[in-house]
């Protein structure tokens, strides 16, 4: 039980001493980045979706590129 307790005073003591923890401005800017980021991504992902026809809807009358290509094997 001693080691327990010995490593949860180590950790704490690291955690608040040794850790060199961001500003408030700078975590602000980078939940901003890392927002603006995940919404492009997302934005891109869904765009290229929907030009390939990877919506899983087969009876949409919007069926992408792959759709159209795939008819002309059927």
Do not use: C, R
Request: proline share 1%.
């Amino acid at each position: 039980m001693s080691k327990i307790k010995k490593y949860i005073d180590e950790t704490v003591s690291e955690m608040v001493h040794q850790v060199s923890w961001p500003t408030w401005k700078e975590l602000q800017s980078n939940t901003i980045i890392v927002v603006i980021a995940t919404v492009i991504l997302t934005s891109l992902i869904f765009i290229m979706d929907y030009v390939f026809g990877i919506t899983g809807d087969e009876k949409g009358f919007w069926k992408g590129i792959l759709g159209f290509i795939y008819q002309m094997f059927k």
